[in-house]
């Protein structure tokens, strides 16, 4: 069954090339369209200080990740968990330029572009015009985000895999099924299908049938319901 894996990253700013490092990554194993709920996660040390403004969005202080591993310390895991999987991101070109930018400075071979969906694209495609963010997405589909008070790379890749199950049509195809599965079950209790409540049927048979009928039961010899009991 095809395995996918929605990621998520938080950084401390917007370009990799300017300085800003990844602080935490957030990995969803989805097979078969399903949610297996095995996950990979971890906060980073981006060994530099924590901008205000990226404070305000995901909440990660410089003092909290001050004991926390480097991605040197957790490439090797993170490598093995996402394999050769197709990967689901939220504004991929983001997260893949981090990923690809820390893969780089190692010396391992980048991820190509190829290996990921766009679940932005997938939603500018499906809904053009309307807002593509994974809040809107998420409330579009009826998705709990009341514990989304801030960005997180786990939380956030937890949301997309149901956003994107949604947009696939995945998550809602088994909510339409299972509507229907109960509306079958409440039909039938309310007919009350049982041998109480069934009219018996009458079938008319011919004169030639009757004839028939008659001819093969003197052939039998010993029929059972001649014998006395």
């Known amino acids: 069954m095809k395995r996918e894996i929605v990621l998520d990253t938080e950084t401390t700013g917007l370009d990799p090339f300017s300085g800003h490092r990844i602080v935490e990554i957030g990995c969803v194993e989805v097979v078969g369209g399903v949610r297996t709920g095995i996950f990979f996660h971890c906060y980073l040390n981006p060994q530099r200080d924590m901008p205000p403004e990226a404070f305000r969005v995901h909440g990660l202080s410089s003092e909290f990740l001050a004991d926390k591993p480097i991605f040197a310390e957790k490439v090797d895991d993170f490598l093995e968990f996402v394999s050769d999987s197709q990967l689901v991101i ?18 391992f071979p980048e991820i190509m572009m190829d290996r990921a969906i766009d679940t932005v694209l997938i939603a500018r495609k499906k809904f053009p015009g309307s807002p593509a963010s994974l809040d809107a997405l998420c409330k579009r589909f009826n998705i709990d ?4 008070t801030k960005h997180g790379a786990l939380l956030d890749a937890e949301l997309l895999a149901d956003v994107y199950l949604d947009l696939m049509g995945g998550r809602q195809s088994m909510l339409v099924l299972d509507e229907v599965k109960q509306n079958i079950t409440a039909n039938t209790q309310a007919i009350g299908y049982n041998k109480t409540n069934l009219e018996a049927r009458i079938f ?12 093969m039961l003197m052939k039998l010899k010993n029929p059972i319901w001649a014998e006395e009991i």
């Open 90 to 107: 939220h504004n991929a070109a983001f997260d893949m330029k981090f990923i690809n930018f820390e893969l780089d400075k190692l010396g």
């Open 145 to 148: 985000i009341s514990a989304r």
């Open 204 to 215: 008319k048979i011919s004169l030639e049938e009757e004839q028939a009928h008659k001819i």
